[in-house]
């Protein structure tokens, strides 16, 4: 838009830009102490665009740094690592960096088609699937993947990608998912109603696997994520910045009612 980053505007915090200047008008009280803040970390695995800046580094690196975190922790020899566009592909990068295998696309994705995540049914996401990629044929026949995406959450799309890349030739697939599996819902407004339609519910990664026809998958950990986010804070204060990991962990950041639906 034309505007340039100066700083991230504070949880609470109201700025005023006027002809006298800038200045904060208005901010909530906010407790003193260690992890006050309780920012959404999946903003850096899926929510944010690439560019995006916060807590004063680029969403791109953090995902980058989750594909090498992913790479030390679940490495598998494979004649490629490629990625599930657009968000899983820094992650795949880091990952060919970390494991010294190369990189190459395997996936061609439809612009056209929105983000099958939020859409409202199970079988709008998986039309969306369908319409979304296609595969790069020479790229995949009888080669040995590594598919790196950014997260699975009800588990109806990585099924139908994998498919596709078995009827384009690939030997074999394997998937790593470079964030946890999310298990409890979001009450703070993300599209997750219920635990129900979490996959990681349901299935452990090998059963994912087997039901999803991948030679093996495996997820990134909480620590590792933790871990990859916080390498490269440039916060004046990161004692202070707190993350919010409660769709992963089930630690909220808040009393939840007894009332909502999990």
Known sequence: IGARYVREVLPGEIVELSKDGIRTIDIVERPDGKDYQAFCIFEYVYFARSDSIFEGQMVYSVRLECGRQLAREAHIDADIVSSVPESGTAAAHGFSRESKIDFAEVLCKNRYVGRT?????????????A????ALSENVAGKRLILIDDSIVRGNTIGPIIKLLRDAGAKEVHIRIASPPLKYPCFMGINIPTRDELIGNKLNPSELAKAVNADS????????????????????NPSVTGHCTACLTGDYPMNIPENLEW
């Open 117 to 129: 995540f939020i859409q409202p049914s199970t079988r709008l996401r998986q039309l969306g699937v």
């Open 131 to 134: 319409k979304k990629f296609g």
């Open 217 to 236: 998958l495996a997820y990134l950990s909480v620590d590792g994520l933790v871990r990859a986010v916080r390498t490269n804070l440039k916060t004046k």
